[in-house]
């Protein structure tokens, strides 16, 4: 580098910190520069994601010393090895997922227990199985979590429900809780057989615990929870699913919320997280919530009944922290009402209206307009697009915080509309159109919002690109799945959005191999490309793919390609994993 460019580490390492806030593969390029540049960005390195298990491996733990966390969701291979490697290279290691495996893998935990001992924060969620002696084991390995997610294991036994080798129960929690003395946050969600008595031991010996979820515990009940909470008054977060009245089995129907279970949860006077997806609940229990004046900064009510908007207006009216807020398929909902509570919430971030159907345009600006601080917008399945808001009504109402939008299924959804909201969003990152009926207007919007990352249009029957003659340098994810795209379409896309990362052309039935190659010739960052059930490419496309683009980690293959296990290593062996 010239002598202009000689500053201090700790100048360059601020300025690289700024650039790797989206990403680190903003990194990779910075990194070929100069040694300078390449030991600061193996230092800033600090997550890594490994679903294969390849030769480099161990030159990568060599290559970046300081990694904190580590992804080892869907691994294919030996898990267990895998850990095992880990172990001896003593990273300072704070963080780690092994979800959506076929086991706990017993022989690597073990190992990592003997060299690493910084490890406080674990994620087990969707295993193949979960059993007690799982779980004793994660106490005996990890004693030190903070925070363990042990959600929705997916074979349970049903004949050893309470011994110690059957799915976790009672006695699985009791020992848990007693060998994790600092843990503060767990997700027990889809544990089949835990129950009151589950929960008690858990809030009783875990003195620090501040965050409980236990969605689809159906042997937990109201009293059990009440009970629970009266040993915990610190908890500020707390997550329950089909909780409270209406919920029927066989001529049971299950209770009412109790007075018993509203006092206790009004004792969390430091509550900032309550979610009851899918509950029944009352209005009595929200107003009790806005009346003892709980900081909530988290309500989710995604699917729930029985409660009215004469419940929430009281909440929101009087929680004005409320930052995050779910109230997906709350029937009641219609533009005059979003406007009335869209007035009490200055400080939300994110809301869910999704499934809302008498919602249209007009509460979408009335959130734009009243909600400054607004990031992230879901309103799928509404009724977008079907009464469309006067001009003079709008104004110069531009949001240019909102960084999401997710409108899928609003199949009333019109041209001049999605252009009004490029407009009043110009800074979109993430715009979701799936299953909406447009096709020109796609272009006027990638035309306005020039930050746009990641775009989803899938299940679009008919694809036009007419007059996009204009570049998309930041697209990174493009959802194609089920569309109309064809070849031409295609080419367009490979030329005007050179820097794609994935692309998903999942049974896109127009599509042939003349359009993918050019994709995989124009997309020189291309990483994962979908071509599953894409029956018009050629299978020999596959191979040609990965030699042509070295980018490449993943390609799901078109039917009729031979994934045999020879011809897979060998694509593995170019980097590519084949599936």
């Not at 509203?262 to 006077?269: A, D, G, Q, R, V």
């Not at 930050?451 to 007419?466: D, P, Q, T, W, Y």
Request: aromatic share 8%; proline share 3%.
């Amino acid at each position: 580098m010239s002598e202009e460019l000689q500053l201090p580490d700790e100048c360059w390492e601020l300025v690289l910190r700024f650039l790797m806030m989206d990403h680190y593969r903003y990194l990779e390029s910075l990194s070929l520069v100069s040694k300078q540049f390449l030991s600061l960005t193996n230092r800033l390195r600090f997550s890594l994601t490994i679903t294969i298990n390849h030769p480099t491996l161990s030159l990568l733990f060599l290559r970046f010393p300081f990694l904190t966390s580590l992804q080892l969701t869907r691994f294919r291979g030996d898990l267990d090895a895998l850990l095992c490697q880990i172990s001896h290279s003593a990273f300072p290691l704070k963080s780690l997922n092994v979800s959506h495996n076929s086991t706990i893998p017993s022989n690597g935990f073990r190992a990592l227990a003997k060299k690493i001992k910084s490890l406080n924060s674990l994620t087990c969620s969707h295993m193949g199985s979960l059993r007690n002696a799982d779980i004793i084991l994660i106490g005996e390995c990890f004693p030190l979590l903070e925070e363990l997610d042990l959600s929705f294991p997916k074979d349970a036994d049903y004949n050893n429900s309470n011994s110690f080798n059957g799915p976790l129960s009672d006695c699985g929690v009791k020992a848990m809780s007693l060998a994790l003395p600092k843990l503060r946050r767990v997700n027990l969600s889809g544990n089949f057989f835990l129950n009151d008595l589950s929960l008690l031991s858990l809030f009783k010996n875990c003195e620090f615990l501040e965050g409980v979820a236990i969605f689809e515990c159906h042997f937990i009940t109201q009293r059990g929870i009440a009970s629970a909470m009266r040993e915990r008054p610190g908890l500020n977060s707390f997550s329950v699913s089909n909780f409270g009245c209406g919920t029927k089995r066989g001529d049971f129907i299950r209770p009412y919320v109790t007075s018993d279970f509203i006092h206790s949860l009004m004792s969390l006077k430091t509550l900032t997280c309550l979610d009851f997806s899918c509950s029944s609940i009352s209005d009595e229990l929200l107003c009790s919530v806005a009346e003892e004046g709980l900081p909530l900064r988290k309500l989710a009510l995604q699917g729930c009944s029985y409660y009215t908007y004469a419940g929430i207006f009281c909440l929101l009216s009087r929680c004005l922290s409320v930052q995050n807020l779910d109230l997906q398929n709350a029937e009641f909902l219609n533009d005059q009402r979003v406007e009335e509570l869209s007035l009490f919430l200055g400080n939300l971030v994110s809301i869910n209206f999704s499934g809302c159907r008498m919602l249209t345009d007009s509460a979408l600006v009335a959130l734009a307009r009243n909600c400054p601080l607004l990031q992230d917008i879901q309103m799928g399945a509404t009724s977008i697009g079907k009464r469309r808001v006067e001009d003079s009504l709008i104004g110069a109402v531009v949001n240019s915080k909102v960084k999401s939008l997710g409108l899928a299924g609003n199949s009333c959804l019109k041209e001049e509309t999605i252009k009004m909201f490029a407009s009043i969003f110009p800074n979109l990152r993430l715009l979701d159109l799936s299953s909406c009926s447009l096709s020109e207007g796609v272009v006027e919007v990638l035309r306005r919002c020039c930050e746009i990352r990641h775009l989803s249009l899938a299940f679009f029957s008919e694809m036009k690109l007419v007059g996009m003659n204009f570049e998309v340098p930041k697209l990174e994810v493009l959802n194609l799945t089920r569309s109309g795209i064809d070849d031409e379409a295609l080419s367009v896309i490979s030329k005007r959005c050179c820097g794609l990362l994935r692309l998903e052309l999942e049974d896109c039935s127009h599509v042939t191999a003349k359009g993918v190659r050019q994709v995989v010739e124009n997309c020189t960052q291309l990483r994962e490309i979908n071509l599953g059930s894409c029956y018009k490419v050629a299978a020999s496309v596959v191979a040609w793919m990965v030699f042509t683009r070295p980018s490449l980690r993943k390609i799901t293959a078109p039917p009729g390609f031979d994934l045999g296990d020879s011809h897979r290593e060998l694509l593995l062996r170019h980097g590519c994993m084949v599936c």
